[in-house]
């Protein structure tokens, strides 16, 4: 057997597309478009570029670009300030502070202040409370994309067990609350997990995100499993996932590429977070309905 391989290129465009002609639709009503704000402070070549490529991502499908850059010497104090400002804008739909911010600076806390209707990355403290409690809210971008390919090949959640290798709060944490809310049986492992093979080899759905080079091989697959691969490691070999991608194809049922898979999901959740903020901001009391 030789596992599918699933196209994250493909659902990404396919995202992209629907958010494109629902930020047409939305603009026309309102008569204004979506606002991202994204808020660089310094000039970290890396950061840099993937703000650009959300920038460019947002001019693509019709986001007004609000973007704020600050100086590497920022105070906590002045970016504090400017999140605030675009917190009261009603230009911005939602804010996406980029990480890490330089040394000195609380990134944690500043992410923390951004208010958690326009909170597109779903990091903050309250939108956290609301995923784990099940309330509306926005939730954070790659577990999304991951959702997001699991549906769009069909892979059945309902009683299926899951196990998600990596506990961040970016990932492995979102990622299990909302594979719960679908009512997977969702085992989260880590790195004192004892036997991880065995754990992971019980999997319908396998998740791995722990950012280790293909720690996953084909022993913990289970035959026919999902395979996803969310990590992105830089090795002397060149880019690799997390998953031995050559070892574990043969037993998968489906399983996602490094790069092409989970990667291109990241930035058109983010556009589709953009979305729906402007939708609930829209609803709030005092403003008209869109």
């Known amino acids: 057997m030789s596992a599918t391989i699933i196209d994250g290129r493909a659902v990404a465009a396919r995202v992209r597309a629907d958010v494109r002609r629902e930020v047409a639709e939305l603009t026309e009503r ?7 704000a994204t808020i660089l402070v310094g000039d970290d070549p890396a950061s840099a570029i993937y703000v650009a490529n959300k920038r460019k991502a947002c001019a693509e499908v019709g986001i007004a670009d609000q973007h ?5 010497d920022a105070t906590q104090d002045e970016v504090a300030a400017v999140i605030d400002e675009c917190n009261g804008d009603p230009r911005v739909s939602g804010i996406l502070l980029q990480l890490p911010v330089p040394a000195g600076l609380d990134g944690a806390a500043l992410t923390g202040s951004i208010v958690p209707e326009k909170d597109v990355d779903g990091l903050t403290p309250i939108s956290a409370g609301r995923l784990a409690q099940g309330t509306p ?3 954070p971008c790659t577990p999304l994309g991951v959702l997001e390919l699991l549906d769009s090949y069909d892979v059945p959640l309902e009683g299926a067990e899951a196990v998600v290798v990596g506990r961040s709060d ?25 036997d991880l093979a065995r754990v992971c080899a ?3 759905v396998l998740v791995a995100a722990v950012g280790l080079p293909r720690l996953i091989t ?6 026919g499993a999902a395979v996803i691969d969310v990590g992105m490691n830089r090795t002397p070999e060149g880019l690799s996932g997390d998953v031995d991608f050559e070892d574990t194809a043969p037993r998968a049922g489906l399983i996602t590429p490094v790069p092409g898979g989970v990667g291109p999901m990241t930035i058109a959740m983010l556009l589709r977070n953009t979305l729906t903020a402007a939708r609930m901001q829209a609803l709030a009391p005092g403003r008209s309905s869109l």
């Not at 704020?68 to 590497?72: A, D, K, N, Y």
């Not at 084909?218 to 035959?223: A, D, Q």
């Open 68 to 72: 704020r850059h600050l100086p590497t």
């Open 137 to 139: 809210g926005l939730r």
């Open 170 to 194: 970016l990932v492995g944490k979102p990622l299990a609350a909302l594979l719960l809310q679908r009512s997977a049986t969702v085992t989260i492992c880590h790195s004192r997990t004892r």
């Open 218 to 223: 084909g022993e913990h697959v289970k035959s």
């Open 202 to 204: 019980r999997a319908d």
């Open 30 to 36: 309102a008569d204004e478009a979506p606002g991202l």
